[in-house]
């Protein structure tokens, strides 16, 4: 500890007139200002009770207009008991009223749970008129407070049975947040110990992981393993920041390092989270998008970053804490499309980081002051982060690290008694491989189908397409393909909602497929509100002939969902593939004739059926 490292400053005020002041109005102030009563037995208590305060906007009272605005009724007590602010300009006073009426402790430490404000002054003023004057914070040297802890601390001397009055004067760029405590000694020490061992577990956890992963990434060069110790890091340093412990630890002798590391470090740790989340998700394949914006928000983080080594502290620290909030919804929404998109991994993705969005959210909306300063709004994000890291890191060496100790496994029961377990070995990986087997069976039904209207999709439609066109080529057999487009289906979506627009694809899926069965037909969702059909035996006449029978069933009936009659109509496209060898006839020069006549079909009106061949005149 380093005792009384502020430097105490004492001014005595003029006697006779600040005594007449107070002898006329502080009868009646004393009454309306809570007084906080230090009972024998009091180790430690939060000030927000006791506390009043004042904003002043322009930062211009001095301390005795400070005390004259009190004693004039001009201080008000914290709004709901919250003192959290958001950021804000200016500067706020505090006021406590303390009486102690403990004999055995009369230095008590006070301290401002927040360790990113800029400027504090504490002012003590003591029945005898004396006023003593403490400075600190973040923009001084560390050694230049009371305790060497990393938050703000400030020795009181409280004599026995005397009224203390506190004025606290905070001015900060950073997010106002004042949650004022008192401590005894022994109460502070028990406070730092705890605190200490809580920081510690979550930084030896994190440490436990870092090594680990980096282990696996040196042995597998997975980049994801890169991206994950990237992310491990950078958030560990804005935890290590945010809570002081780089001002106490990294940089000391450096205010402007502490200041600057704050919003360095946010923006190095959603460059790793966003960059993370890119790979996991596989958004470059996935979702080409979200893809693009992912890629844009790390641009952005990275010139934010290196912006925020000139830009003014308030300016960088609030563009980045809010950018967080668009950041963390990124990430969920980019998670909740994949899925969407059958990427069955991304469950395992959202469960590892909802703890952890939900923590950083809480963090931030703390510093802007919509949510009030608690245990689990202040340390939520620690809590979520640590469940989150664990459990992203077993998800990402859980399948090596299985697989190797089953193989070092087979491999030693094999060398001891190779013999005698040759064959119950061979029957449960018979059994193994079975079971692998039909949950391959079942992945790959379920990879086949589109999630929306139960048809298969394009992808698979590609695959058996490409054996119709290979059996037509053999046989000599027709086939014929249908590119199908129900019409003006963003106005559904746009006016009846996109649930109503799911209900109608449905619907339209369902028609469809009633009226294909007699034809052996192959459907499946092409994409959006298009649906692609291979016609096995049907010439271009025939084909033609079902395209506009589905045609006219979409138009004669309508689509009843949710309360409302909705017309459906469709433009059809409508290709024969050749029965000849020849380049012209593969798989994607199909699509593409089919196509063109879907746009031919749309360009003439919509709601009927065009072909690949223009001088094909329908029956």
Same mark, same amino acid.
């Given at each position: 500890?380093r005792g +009384?490292?502020?430097g105490?400053r004492e001014?005595r005020?003029?006697g006779?007139l600040?005594?007449?002041?107070?002898l006329?109005c502080g009868?009646?102030w004393?009454q309306a200002?809570?007084?906080?009563?230090?009972?024998?037995?009091?180790?430690?208590t939060p000030l927000?009770?006791y506390?009043?305060y004042?904003?002043?906007?322009?930062a211009? $009272?001095?301390t005795?207009s400070?005390?004259?605005?009190?004693?004039a009724?001009? *201080?008000?007590p914290l709004p709901g008991?919250k003192h @959290?602010?958001?950021?804000q !300009?200016?500067a706020?006073?505090?006021?406590?009223?303390?009486?102690?009426h403990?004999?055995?402790?009369l230095?008590?430490l006070?301290v401002?749970?927040y360790?990113?404000?800029d400027y504090?002054?504490v002012?003590?003023?003591?029945?005898?008129?004396?006023v003593?004057h403490?400075a600190?914070g973040d923009a001084l040297?560390?050694e230049s407070?009371?305790?060497?802890?990393?938050?703000?601390?400030?020795?009181i001397g409280?004599?026995?049975?005397e009224?203390v $009055?506190?004025?606290?004067?905070i001015?900060?760029?950073?997010?106002m947040?004042v949650?004022?405590?008192?401590y005894?000694? $022994?109460a502070f020490?028990d406070l730092t110990?705890d605190?200490? /061992?809580?920081?510690?577990?979550?930084?030896?956890?994190?440490?436990a992981?870092?090594?680990?992963?980096?282990?696996?990434?040196?042995t597998?060069?997975d980049?994801?393993?890169?991206?994950?110790l990237?992310?491990?890091?950078?958030?560990?340093?804005v935890?290590?920041?945010?809570?002081?412990? +780089?001002? @106490?630890y990294?940089w000391p002798h450096?205010?402007w390092?502490a200041?600057?590391?704050?919003?360095l470090s946010?923006?190095?740790?959603?460059?790793?989270?966003?960059? *993370?989340?890119?790979i996991f998700?596989e958004?470059q394949?996935?979702?080409r *998008?979200g893809n693009?914006?992912?890629l844009?928000?790390i641009g952005?983080?990275v /010139?934010?970053g290196?912006?925020?080594l000139?830009?003014p502290?308030?300016?960088?620290?609030v563009?980045?804490?809010k950018?967080?909030l668009?950041g963390v919804?990124?990430i969920?929404?980019?998670?909740v499309?994949v899925l969407?998109r059958?990427?069955a991994?991304?469950?395992?993705?959202?469960?590892?980081w909802?703890?952890?969005?939900l923590g950083?959210t809480?963090?931030?909306?703390?510093a802007?002051?919509i949510?009030?300063?608690?245990?689990?709004?202040?340390?939520?994000?620690?809590?979520?982060?640590?469940?989150?890291?664990? /459990?992203?890191?077993i998800a990402l060496?859980?399948?090596?690290?299985?697989?190797r100790?089953?193989?070092?496994?087979?491999i030693n029961e094999?060398?001891?008694?190779?013999?005698?377990k040759v064959?119950q070995r061979?029957? @449960?990986?018979?059994g193994t491989l079975?079971?692998?087997e039909?949950?391959h069976?079942r /992945?790959r039904?379920?990879?086949?189908?589109d999630g929306?209207t139960?048809?298969?999709?394009?992808?698979?439609?590609?695959e058996?397409f490409?054996d119709?066109?290979?059996?037509s080529?053999d046989?000599?057999?027709p086939l014929?393909l249908l590119?199908?487009?129900?019409d003006?289906f963003?106005?559904?979506n746009?006016r009846y909602?996109h649930?109503?627009?799911?209900?109608c694809l449905?619907w339209?899926?369902h028609?469809?497929?009633?009226?294909l069965r007699p034809?052996?037909?192959?459907l499946?969702?092409f994409?959006?509100?298009?649906f692609?059909v291979g016609l096995?035996?049907h010439?271009l006449?025939?084909?033609?002939?079902?395209?506009?029978?589905?045609r006219?069933?979409?138009? !004669? @009936?309508h689509?009843t969902?949710?309360g409302?009659q909705?017309?459906i109509?469709a433009?059809?496209?409508?290709h024969a593939v050749?029965s000849?060898?020849?380049?012209?006839?593969?798989?994607d020069?199909?699509?593409?004739a089919?196509d063109?006549a879907l746009?031919?079909?749309?360009a003439?009106?919509?709601?009927q059926?065009?072909t690949?061949n223009?001088a094909?005149?329908?029956?």
């Amino acid at each position: 500890m380093r005792g +009384g490292g502020m430097g105490f400053r004492e001014s005595r005020r003029p006697g006779w007139l600040a005594l007449l002041l107070l002898l006329l109005c502080g009868g009646a102030w004393a009454q309306a200002v809570p007084t906080l009563d230090l009972t024998p037995g009091t180790t430690h208590t939060p000030l927000a009770d006791y506390t009043r305060y004042r904003h002043d906007v322009n930062a211009s $009272d001095d301390t005795a207009s400070a005390f004259r605005r009190l004693q004039a009724g001009e *201080f008000a007590p914290l709004p709901g008991g919250k003192h @959290e602010f958001g950021f804000q !300009q200016g500067a706020y006073w505090f006021h406590i009223g303390i009486v102690n009426h403990n004999p055995k402790e009369l230095r008590w430490l006070l301290v401002q749970r927040y360790a990113l404000s800029d400027y504090i002054d504490v002012y003590a003023r003591y029945p005898d008129g004396r006023v003593v004057h403490q400075a600190g914070g973040d923009a001084l040297p560390f050694e230049s407070r009371s305790i060497g802890y990393r938050h703000p601390n400030f020795w009181i001397g409280l004599p026995t049975g005397e009224r203390v $009055d506190l004025l606290v004067r905070i001015q900060s760029q950073s997010s106002m947040q004042v949650p004022l405590d008192l401590y005894t000694p $022994d109460a502070f020490v028990d406070l730092t110990r705890d605190a200490q /061992l809580a920081i510690g577990l979550y930084y030896g956890i994190l440490t436990a992981l870092f090594f680990y992963n980096l282990v696996l990434w040196l042995t597998l060069r997975d980049s994801g393993y890169f991206w994950y110790l990237f992310h491990i890091s950078a958030f560990g340093m804005v935890l290590f920041t945010l809570n002081g412990l +780089g001002f @106490e630890y990294l940089w000391p002798h450096s205010p402007w390092l502490a200041d600057k590391s704050v919003p360095l470090s946010i923006c190095l740790a959603l460059i790793g989270m966003l960059q *993370f989340a890119r790979i996991f998700l596989e958004l470059q394949d996935r979702w080409r *998008f979200g893809n693009a914006v992912a890629l844009a928000l790390i641009g952005f983080f990275v /010139l934010l970053g290196a912006a925020s080594l000139e830009l003014p502290y308030r300016v960088s620290i609030v563009i980045a804490t809010k950018a967080v909030l668009f950041g963390v919804a990124w990430i969920a929404i980019a998670t909740v499309v994949v899925l969407r998109r059958g990427y069955a991994s991304a469950w395992l993705f959202l469960i590892a980081w909802a703890m952890f969005l939900l923590g950083t959210t809480t963090f931030s909306l703390v510093a802007f002051g919509i949510l009030p300063k608690t245990f689990y709004t202040e340390y939520g994000v620690q809590m979520g982060s640590a469940l989150e890291m664990l /459990l992203l890191s077993i998800a990402l060496g859980r399948r090596y690290s299985s697989l190797r100790q089953e193989n070092e496994r087979i491999i030693n029961e094999a060398n001891l008694r190779l013999e005698r377990k040759v064959a119950q070995r061979t029957q @449960e990986l018979r059994g193994t491989l079975a079971q692998l087997e039909d949950a391959h069976g079942r /992945l790959r039904d379920s990879s086949r189908r589109d999630g929306l209207t139960g048809l298969y999709n394009r992808t698979y439609f590609r695959e058996a397409f490409e054996d119709l066109l290979v059996d037509s080529l053999d046989s000599g057999r027709p086939l014929s393909l249908l590119m199908i487009d129900l019409d003006h289906f963003k106005n559904i979506n746009d006016r009846y909602g996109h649930l109503v627009g799911d209900d109608c694809l449905r619907w339209a899926a369902h028609r469809i497929g009633d009226a294909l069965r007699p034809h052996k037909a192959l459907l499946a969702r092409f994409g959006g509100e298009e649906f692609i059909v291979g016609l096995p035996g049907h010439d271009l006449t025939a084909a033609a002939q079902v395209g506009e029978i589905l045609r006219r069933q979409l138009q !004669q @009936e309508h689509c009843t969902v949710r309360g409302h009659q909705i017309r459906i109509s469709a433009s059809i496209g409508v290709h024969a593939v050749q029965s000849v060898q020849d380049p012209a006839n593969s798989i994607d020069a199909a699509l593409m004739a089919a196509d063109l006549a879907l746009y031919s079909a749309k360009a003439k009106g919509r709601d009927q059926v065009c072909t690949s061949n223009p001088a094909f005149v329908p029956m």
